[in-house]
């Protein structure tokens, strides 16, 4: 996203960098078989890159992760919270995995990635990461966002 102007809310306020950033993704994720492809497969693509980064070492998957809530804290506080609790199981679910963390997690990326770009053709468009990486970030708060929205959670 390299607008040089911030859209505005219907309030006439700026509109917050988090929302212009679900905005834009959510552009290319509205067919809803690709949504829900993607709210499978984008939280087991988190899972197999940490489990991939795990495999590589446990640091590299914990300095990855503090990284990440960086960016989240950056975003939403309520984004932020979501993020760490996820973050936690998915650490745990990594660890249950023990010698089989490698293999285990490069199926779950492969398959899912798989799944991802069967909705973005079924969806007609490009991914968005394709764009701009931080978008890979985003696409689990887009997820989060969904389910937020049905629950009434304001972020």
């Known amino acids: 996203m390299n607008n ?4 505005l809310q219907e309030d006439g306020l700026p509109q917050r960098k988090v929302d212009q950033l679900l905005a834009h993704y959510g552009s290319s994720h509205t ?21 991939l980064m795990f495999a590589l070492h446990p640091w590299v998957a914990y300095i990855f992760v ?5 960016y989240y804290a950056r975003l939403s506080a309520v984004f932020f919270i979501s993020m760490v609790i996820w973050s936690l199981v998915i ?31 079924i969806e007609g468009k490009k991914p ?10 985003v696409g689990p708060i887009f997820v ?7 629950l009434g959670i304001k972020w």
């Open 4 to 7: 040089t102007t911030t859209p």
């Open 31 to 51: 067919h809803p078989t690709n949504e829900v492809i993607h709210f499978l497969a984008i939280p087991l693509i988190m899972l197999s890159l940490y489990g």
């Open 66 to 70: 503090a990284a990440s809530m960086v």
């Open 91 to 121: 650490v745990a679910l990594v660890q249950a995995m023990g010698s089989h963390v490698l293999i285990a997690s490069l199926a779950i990326f492969i398959g899912s990635w798989v799944l991802q770009f069967i909705g973005h053709k």
């Open 128 to 137: 968005s990461f394709f764009e701009d990486i931080q978008y890979l970030w």
């Open 144 to 150: 989060l966002s969904k389910l937020f929205l049905k």
